[in-house]
Each structure stands twice: as structure tokens, then as C-alpha cells.
């Protein structure tokens, strides 16, 4: 079974608005992380979280960390067409070799 | 991009012949793994290694084996393929060093029929 499962499955939205997807993860974890994915290429990563953090940006990209719900939530503000893409979470469990794994993904497409 | 090369790219082979897939990556680092992905599935783990000659099975490991005879390299077989194995396969690296602070690097994906 997957560690991480990103909500909501697919999320489409017009270029300019905020887009939010979320994750829920099982077990407790030394870190979180996401990664994008365009079409037909490789996972790239965007962004890290450490489970001592609570928020963290980068660029146009909020993440935030709730250790008590075992959730994360990724924001692009001011999304582009370009933002169009897959989006994945990942967990590095804690107390064992870094094995990242992945949920399902959020499909997001923005439209010009 | 990292420097990490998977090939062949695309692959059609047939149901019950085994094929071997690589994965070269040039950044010395310690982790390698192979994930497959399906529509409906995300990205699930097949093998994974923590050095050479060291490796573990994933969430999906049955008709797969895996080889590190060399830091670079790591290969993926399927033994004798099924139809049920059509899929993309990618290859991922992290150092798994700077705990706390890892992050995986992806190949571009090698896409493999069945038929």
C-alpha cells in the first residue's frame, strides 16, 4: 500500500488562480517532499519539509506540515498554463533507510 | 538534470522473453531505485539498492530482479515478461547521505510493451 495519497485526484483551474492539493501519509516520517511531473517525463522535485517544520515557500509554492494529522498541503499561487502537470508526494520514513514513497498524484491542468 | 540515463527508452518485446533494463547515473550516489508507473497506480517500488551488491525488494517485486555490480549501474530484469509488466519504468537516485535533507533525482522513464 501507498504511503502518501494526494487529494484531490484531478483539479482544474483558470491561469491566475491559487491551485491546493493535499497529502495524507500513514506513518510518522523524518521528512515530506513534492515533486512534479509533466507529461510523458521524469519526477522533478519542487520542495522539502522536515517534520520539525511547519510552513516552508519557494517561489510561488507554500507547503505546509501538520505531524498531528499526518497531512501536507501544496499551494501554487498565481498559477500559469505552464503549472500543468502531475504532482506527487513522497515521505521519507522515519527510523529507516530513505526509501521515498509515493502516492497516486494529483493531475492539474491550467487553462489559459 | 542529474546526471542519471536510463535505456533503452522504449522497448515492444514479447510475452515470456526476459528483458533487462539499465540505469547509469554519474553523481556517485548511494541509493538507486526502480519504480513502476501505471495509470490509477502512481509510482510504486519494485527494487531498490543501498549499494553495490546490496539490494532490497519493493511493494511490487514478483518477475523482477535486480543487479549492482558497480556504483553507476543498476539493472532491472523481468525474468520472463507478461503482459501484466506493460508499463513505464523509472529510475531514481539519492545520495542518502545528508540526512533529513534527501531528495530523489528521476530518469526520463523507459516504456515498455508486452505483447
Known amino acids: 500500500s501507498q504511503q502518501g495519497e494526494e487529494d484531490p485526484q484531478a483539479l482544474s483551474i483558470q491561469e491566475g488562480e491559487n491551485a491546493t492539493m493535499n497529502c495524507s501519509y500513514k506513518?510518522?516520517?523524518?521528512?515530506l517532499q513534492w515533486y512534479r511531473q509533466n507529461s510523458g517525463r521524469g519526477l522533478v522535485h519542487l520542495i522539502l519539509?522536515?517534520?520539525?517544520?511547519r510552513e516552508k515557500h519557494s517561489g510561488r509554492l507554500r507547503v505546509t506540515l501538520d505531524t498531528s494529522k499526518k497531512s501536507s498541503s501544496l499551494l501554487i499561487t498565481a498559477s500559469r498554463a505552464a503549472d500543468t502537470a502531475s504532482y506527487f508526494c513522497a515521505t521519507e520514513p522515519s527510523g529507516g533507510s530513505y526509501i521515498p514513497t509515493f502516492g497516486r498524484g494529483t493531475s492539474l491542468i491550467v487553462h489559459p | 538534470d542529474a546526471g542519471i540515463t536510463q535505456s533503452p527508452r522504449h522497448k515492444v518485446t514479447e510475452t515470456g522473453t526476459p528483458v533487462t533494463l539499465r540505469c547509469h547515473q554519474t553523481e556517485n550516489h548511494r541509493y538507486m531505485y526502480w519504480y513502476r508507473q501505471d495509470p490509477g497506480h502512481g509510482l510504486r517500488l519494485i527494487h531498490y539498492s543501498y549499494g553495490v551488491k546490496d539490494t532490497d525488494k519493493g511493494e511490487v517485486s514478483d518477475g523482477y530482479s535486480v543487479s549492482r555490480s558497480k556504483t553507476e549501474d543498476f539493472l532491472l530484469t523481468l525474468e520472463s515478461a507478461t503482459s501484466s509488466q506493460t508499463s513505464v519504468y523509472f529510475c531514481a537516485i539519492s545520495d542518502g547521505l545528508a540526512r533529513m535533507n534527501t531528495e530523489a533525482f528521476f530518469g526520463q522513464g523507459t516504456r515498455l510493451t508486452v505483447v
Open positions: 506513518t510518522s516520517i523524518n521528512n
Open positions: 519539509i522536515r517534520s520539525n517544520e
